[in-house]
Nanobody
Framework: QVQLVESGGRLVQAGGSLRLSCAASGRTFSTSMGWFRQAPGKEREFVAAISWGETTTYFADSVKGRFTISRDNAKNLVYLQMNSLKPEDTAIYYC????????????????WGQGTQVTVSS
């Protein structure tokens, strides 16, 4: 079992930066971690993912070159650094975990946090 708590979401102006954090607890060894987001009226979509050893990362096309994902396994933290934010990045951002290989498929993640709201004003 893994428990996840996101933090760092807030209101930011377009072009600004924000770093989200995800604190994990429980049996976190060998987990792959992902960030997803859900805007009002839309389905939850993949944003980024990272493997346990940080050797593999995936990004959605919409955030490539602007977002980075990293993790600190000693502290059980996962980060999503978001730069050059756009109004279309406005959403609730969720952290997710799964055991095994890294995936960008929402249905392959077993553990989810409650989400943190990111609002980008134009």
């Amino acid at each position: 079992q893994v428990q996840l708590v996101e933090s760092g979401g807030r209101l930011v102006q377009a072009g600004g930066s924000l770093r989200l954090s995800c604190a994990a607890s429980g049996r976190t060894f060998s987990t792959s971690m992902g960030w997803f987001r859900q805007a009002p009226g839309k389905e939850r979509e993949f944003v980024a993912a990272i493997s346990w050893g940080e050797t593999t990362t995936y990004f959605a096309d919409s955030v490539k070159g602007r977002f980075t994902i990293s993790r600190d396994n000693a502290k059980n933290l996962v980060y999503l650094q978001m730069n050059s934010l756009k109004p279309e990045d406005t959403a609730i951002y969720y952290c997710a975990a799964r055991y095994g290989f890294t995936s960008y498929a929402r249905d392959e993640y077993d553990y989810w946090g409650q989400g943190t709201q990111v609002t980008v004003s134009s």
